[in-house]
């Protein structure tokens, strides 16, 4: 007898992406993520119009990812959606809007840690199994972590940043140069074209151990523009490439030392890169040449997986599926501070 594959419907709304997708066993039947235009004009993100935009979306998205997929609410098996962290408003419109549905289809609920989707995004459409244990290095707009992970669900924190996000510090030294917000795809587009990567120099502001600190990089970076800028006002403007491909590589570089100071720790064979940053080009070369030096398996999430999206929050939900990890239709909330 064939077993039917399981289909399940995850919806992601932790930030300002509002996503839905839906998988079949492990096979991405559909993904769709519209992401918000409105906080450009304010240089970052406005909770309050976020969570208004992911009402105003949520129906759409959910109905044009089930008609991609060839599926109508019947077929689907499990709703998934992200619990936390994230902003408490946006959380709820995804928490409240699968809690319905649940109830509604009489289906299981399945609550997902945003942190653990994007380690997980590095396995949508994978063929065959991961070498565990690795070591992933996850950097988006609001964490910078070191994680150890067993299995699909089971990884724990090494490392994490005391201060800023990998991202932050891209966007804010984004903004520092009038940038558009978020700043981090605008600075690798821009690095690209900059001569050499360390024409401009930074001092080191690194903290001991697998944590990370960027606050120390951005006040350098401040202090770099403003006396740069009282000798020559058009400074930014003549070196913009160089300068965005010096910072790039210093931001790149205090990432990839934390990795090794991991991959020596750990001892292990393989290592992975998740979260927005990972869509950096410099970045993903970086690691993908230090993973050739040292005989390392490498996994790296396509570009549109790396960014927010509901394809990882949906894989993360299969594996949880399999082990019947569900949660309490009557008692899930949302957990804007849920930890690792
Ligand atoms: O994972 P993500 O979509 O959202 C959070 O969970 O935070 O990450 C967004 C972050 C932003 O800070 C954005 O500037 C950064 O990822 N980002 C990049 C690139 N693409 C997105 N940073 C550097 N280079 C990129 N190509
Ligand atoms: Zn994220």
């Known amino acids: 007898m064939i077993l039917k594959q399981i289909n399940i419907l995850a919806i992601e709304s932790s930030c300002d992406d509002a996503a839905a997708a839906i998988v079949n066993g492990k096979d991405l039947l559909s993904s769709i993520v519209s992401t918000q235009t409105i906080h450009q004009q304010y240089g970052g993100i406005v909770p309050e119009l976020a969570s208004r935009d992911h009402q105003k979306y949520i129906v759409p998205i959910v109905s044009q990812t089930l008609s991609e997929s060839n599926l109508k609410l019947a077929d689907l098996n499990a709703i998934a959606y992200t619990q936390g962290p994230g902003l408490l408003g946006s959380l709820m419109v995804g928490c409240c809007f699968a ?103 930074f001092p080191d502001t690194q903290v001991p151990g697998l944590n990370f600190s960027f606050s120390g990089i951005k006040t350098a970076f401040m202090q770099f523009l403003k006396k740069n800028t009282a000798n020559d006002s058009d400074f930014i403007e003549k070196n913009i490439y160089d300068i965005c491909a010096s910072i790039q590589n210093k931001l790149v570089n205090m990432a990839i030392y934390k990795l090794r100071c991991a991959v020596q720790q750990t001892k292990v064979k393989a290592i992975a890169l998740a979260g927005g940053v990972a869509a950096n080009s410099a970045l993903r070369k970086a690691v993908t040449n230090y993973a050739e030096q040292k005989f390392l398996h490498l996994y790296m999430p396509q570009k549109q997986y790396c960014t927010d999206n509901a394809a990882m929050v949906a894989i993360a939900a299969h594996y949880k599926f399999l082990a019947k990890d569900f949660q309490d239709v009557h008692s899930a909330v949302p957990m804007p501070r849920l930890e690792f």
């Open 99 to 201: 809690k319905g549905m649940a109830l509604a289809l009489g289906i299981p609920l399945i609550s997902v840690n945003h942190m653990h989707a994007h380690v997980l995004a590095n396995f949508i459409e994978m063929q065959g199994q991961p070498l565990f244990p690795f070591v992933c290095l996850t950097v988006s707009g609001g964490h910078t972590q070191l994680v150890y992970v067993e299995d699909y669900l089971n990884m724990r924190l090494i490392g994490e940043t005391l201060d800023d996000a990998m991202g932050e510090a891209f966007d804010k030294v984004g903004k520092m140069m009038n940038l558009p917000y978020p700043a981090g795809p605008t600075i690798d587009e821009y690095a690209q074209k900059g001569r050499i990567s360390h024409l401009f120099t």
